[in-house]
């Protein structure tokens, strides 16, 4: 059994305080929490809404149809009263007006103002919740007075239980087993995959939806003892990240699409000058400023190309929270053993989607600097740039060692780093640059697979789809239908493996996607000569969901 | 005591012309260097694109020659790296004060612990002689053939409303007062900045060496650096009325940015971070 709750309202109405307490609540209840936010680009006003998905099962999608909305403004009537169950439950103010048997007036805004403080009216319906799902209050207190001070929390609590006294039990979810969880979204996820991974500089400037990743950061700057700097722009970001790497310390940037375009003359410096670096790319649709605070899909094209001239790199997309912890932290060893250029992509949806997920495990994790010393060298003539057999050469740290010095470059050089135009230097360069596209193919990750084991209808997505595909291969395998779906974290280079195996005997390949142009199916075409037949994609800002996907493949595949 | 001198020497060959004022610029570092006994691996030159941003590869210490107008978010990352690592950025007039003005205001205001080198031969060098940010107004370039149409940027006087706290002037003709000047700003805690009057012999046909020759002047050993009104109207000093050399302001007090960050000033440089996975497990506490 699953329940759907949305809360909506008008931005600076406190919805995020609202939801990630209840979520919290839930989590701490035993249940698995999937939530995911719909924002606009305001800070006032607008209509935003929360959904929180939970459920005794694990949830990897959000879903349309409503069991519970708190209604904070009347837009909410007029959004999604429509997808409200026959049996479902319209908690609002008495002050919003839609005539239905379904929705029940709790005099919110009153009850807050009595208590003396109008802020708290959210919590009413919280509290009202609570008592509709017949949950218990007991873990009210402890989550209100880790979030507030004395005052507001009582404040708070008072708020909650006039609302629980106010309504009656309505569902009886199974109990939630108590379970050792974390709720977290992709961009704490991806932050925290980085401290993990010995991240000491972030250097970054704010672009919804990316900031997150910075301020979580930046919180842990004296206890993790790293530095989060809030650049001029993105291109100081990306190139104080270079130079904090060249001088040998772990660095990272993140930025959305617009400042990943700035971005992009430095991405080539990275390549040119072989120094490490992990860039973040929380995707939102453009182009341009597009929708500030939705989120698409449609980076990846530019992405595989961005920078002018050819430079290796590494391109891979997060899946969900825990995909992204692992995934950051092998980034950075990636950037490390190769001396290159590794890109992250993440977007909107997974950004700022909550979702339950099993403690971290922080052995799994490594720490792989691949730097020389003293004794790897040749102190009397050590060549940055020395041409060898696998493309890599030593990289010291300048300071590091007495007598040895390092010069890079972002012209054209020779072994040495110095400035060359001579034809045959410049070709040995680049075919040493480019030999770690061949190294790389050791360290692929072959995309998750989910399905029957010979399937006549193949999907194939990435990145945040996974939540998506997953349900929607899972509903449908239950009907009988012989589906699978391929999500690709690693895209570039293209690991094929299990691509080639499972379009073999496919009468249907069809690629999912969050864009226009079908951007992955495009790219394996062009690597594979694998040709996706049917397409699904949604590029109106909004995340395609598991059910949404099953009806339109029942619509225009099955 | 002093290095020696030949420590410093690059056997890279040099793409200036003959008689360009850079080569003062780099003999003056190079004598600085040695003169403030510093050991090559000690040091990191950064620099941008340009004639000037070439400057690394002629001269045997730490370089990183990154991309036009970016030479101070190198440095920066590097300053927060390694807190001891010296570090001089040598950049042009159009590096620095056109495209990359933004990082040249914002790392004033962050007071990074930098030497800066702007080669200021009001030109653009390597791209053939086009109007540069500090190229006089109806001055007739290659790509100006009318005169420029924009007033000159006063790099002087931007840098102490921005609130630099130590900016000077100097001549590439006159290596000692520039090795001064560069010992002194690297002795400095915080930017530092000197604007180098520095001849393009082959671009620049009106601020030649004479042209300058004629115009500089020393402050004298009365002038008082940290008198900020004072230093302002030197700021705006330029031309036939003269034009002053040496640290026309200091702020001897002001904090530098790696000292403004606890868990820097604190503890040992970032690249000596001692770290392990393990130790960021406390972090899932947030989630739970
Ligand atoms: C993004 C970018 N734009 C333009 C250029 C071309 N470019 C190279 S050097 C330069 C100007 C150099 O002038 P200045 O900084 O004054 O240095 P100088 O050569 O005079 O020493 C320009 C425009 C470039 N390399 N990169
Ligand atoms: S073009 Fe001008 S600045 Fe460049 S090397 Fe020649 S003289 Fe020097």
Sequence with gaps: MKYNILIGGSAGQGMDTISSLLEKILQRKGYYVFSNKDYMSRVRGGHNFIQIRFGNEPIYSYDDKLDIIIGLDQNSVEFHSKNLKKDGVFLCDDKIKWEDERRITIPMLKIAKEIGQARVFGTVGMGAIIKLLSLDDSKIEEVFNEKWDEKIANDNIEAFNKGYEYVDSKYKPKKGEAKDTLLINGNQAIALGALAGGLSFYGAYPMTPSTSIMTYLSTKQNDAGIVVEQAEDEIAAINMAIGASFTGVRAMTGTSGGGFSLMTEALGLAGITETPLVTVNVQRPGPATGLPTRTEQSDLSFILTASHGEIPRMVLSVKNPEDAFYQTARALNIADKYQMLVIILNDQFLADANQTVNKFDFDKVTIERHISGENDINKDDYKRYEITENGLSKRIIPGKIEGVTVLADSDEHDEYGHITEESEVRISQMDKRMKRMELLKDELIEPDYFGVDDPETLLIGWGSLYGGLREAVETLKDDGEKIGALIFGDIYPLPTKLLEKYSKNAKNIVNVEQNFNGQLAKFIRQETGIHCNKSILKYDGRQLYGKEIVSKLQEEVL | ?288
């Design chain 2, 1 to 288: 005591m002093a290095t020696d001198i030949k420590l410093f020497n690059s056997n890279d060959e040099n793409a200036w012309c003959p008689g360009c004022g850079n080569f003062g610029i780099l003999n003056s570092l190079k004598k600085a260097f040695s003169e403030a006994n510093l050991k090559p691996h000690q040091i990191l030159l950064c620099s941008g694109i340009g004639q000037a941003a070439k400057t690394p590869h002629y001269i045997n210490v730490n370089g990183f020659n990154g991309l036009h107008g970016r030479a101070l978010p190198p440095a920066l990352g590097a300053n927060i790296a390694n807190k001891d690592l010296k570090i001089v950025v040598t950049s042009g007039d159009g590096d620095t004060y056109g495209e990359g003005g933004n990082h040249f205001i914002h790392n004033i205001r962050r007071n990074i612990d930098i030497t800066h080198l702007v080669h200021d031969n009001q030109i653009y060098g390597l791209t053939k002689g086009q109007g540069s940010p500090t190229t006089a107004k109806g001055q007739v370039t290659s790509m100006q053939l009318d005169g420029v149409r924009v007033d000159p940027f006063n790099p002087i006087a931007t840098a102490m409303t921005m609130g630099a706290t130590f900016v000077a002037r100097s001549f590439s003709g006159d290596v000692n007062h520039l090795s001064e000047m560069i010992q002194k700003a690297m002795e400095h805690k915080g930017y530092a900045l000197i604007d180098i009057l520095q001849p393009c012999v082959t671009f620049n046909k009106v601020n030649t060496f004479k042209w300058y020759k004629d115009r500089v002047y020393k402050l004298d050993e009365n002038y008082d650096p940290t008198d900020k009104d004072q230093a302002f109207k030197k700021a705006n000093e330029w031309g036939d009325d003269g034009i002053p050399l040496g640290i026309i302001y200091q702020d001897k007090e002001a904090i530098s940015f790696n000292d403004r960050i606890p868990q820097i000033r604190d503890n040992k440089p970032l690249v000596d971070r001692e770290w392990s996975p393990k130790d960021a497990s406390k972090f899932m506490e947030d989630f739970r």
